[in-house]
């Protein structure tokens, strides 16, 4: 029997739906949510991606602000926008589209966000504040994850959880939250030593290693919930169209819950980036 099928596009419509009242509320207080995204170089992807997020932002009634520099910018100019963009009171949140170009520091540049406005949830004291178990923002990949585990009724307490990949941005998160949430996780890589015996364990697999169809039917236990955070270009030779990091035809006779690839995690992500940029209007509010 296949698996069901976690519809990620229909979950975040739901919240973004949800989102309306949240705005209209702080508009009763005369406070409209901000989101300023800052992007760097012409890279394709990130030009999608952030074109992505501002459409987000303007259907869910936040005010958004791109400012887009040419690859061999000055780091310091770009510094400097964060700073006036940190006593911007219009701006609730700050997100720079990674990559960056060389020439950054990409860790000095997300430590340069104001803890407050980083609503990508990258600032190490965000991070930190997330390993103590009391977020103030969580990274939006893996925040949008739980949310669909919430969604499909997924326990989590005492139950065996995979994390392949290890990134700042989803595998270290993922885990993270995980544990808070009473899971027994193991976080693995492409390199880990018989990563399948590790997986082949695992109540929920998530993926997030960056391979086209790494994890193979072979390694997935028999109905556990397979989240699928890879997005992949296959080859032109192959079609080139998108793919996840989880051979999803062959593991969906396997599992009993998994994400396809598009229409999975990819729509949770830019959702929980609008939430997080609600949540800190709204804290502005209360303080």
Do not use: W
């Amino acid at each position: 029997m296949s698996a069901e099928s976690i519809d990620g596009k229909a979950l975040a419509e739901e919240l973004r739906a949800g989102f309306k009242a949240r705005v209209a509320a702080l508009a009763a207080h005369g406070q409209r949510p901000g989101l300023a995204v800052i992007l760097v170089g012409e890279d394709p992807a990130s030009q999608v991606y952030v074109r992505n997020k501002v459409n987000a932002c303007e259907a869910a009634g936040i005010f958004s602000q791109k400012l887009v520099y040419p690859a061999d910018v000055d780091p310091a100019t770009v510094l400097a926008k964060i700073a006036a963009l940190n006593a911007d009171p219009a701006i609730h949140g700050i997100l720079v589209q990674l990559p960056l170009p060389r020439q950054f520091d990409e860790k000095a540049v997300l430590e340069a966000i104001a803890p407050a406005k980083d609503v990508d949830g990258f600032h190490a004291e965000n991070v930190g504040a997330l390993a103590q178990g009391n977020p103030r923002f969580i990274p939006c990949t893996p925040y949008g994850v739980m949310k669909m585990l919430e969604k499909h009724g997924v326990e989590l307490v005492g139950r065996e959880a995979v994390v392949i990949g290890r990134s700042n941005i989803v595998g270290k998160p993922m885990a993270l939250l995980l544990i808070n949430a009473g899971a027994t996780v193991t976080v693995c890589n492409s390199k880990t030593r018989d990563l399948a015996a590790h997986t082949r364990r695992a109540d929920i697999l998530v993926a997030a290693v960056g391979k086209p169809r790494f994890v193979t039917a072979a390694m997935v236990k028999p109905g556990a919930v397979v989240i699928d955070v890879g997005i992949n270009r296959l080859p032109a030779d192959e079609g080139g169209k998108l793919c996840g990091d989880v051979d999803f035809a062959a593991v969906k006779e396997v599992a009993a819950l998994i994400t396809p690839v598009p229409g999975g995690v990819g729509p949770m992500t830019i959702t929980m980036l609008l939430a997080n940029t609600i949540e800190a209007a709204e804290r502005e509010i209360r303080t």
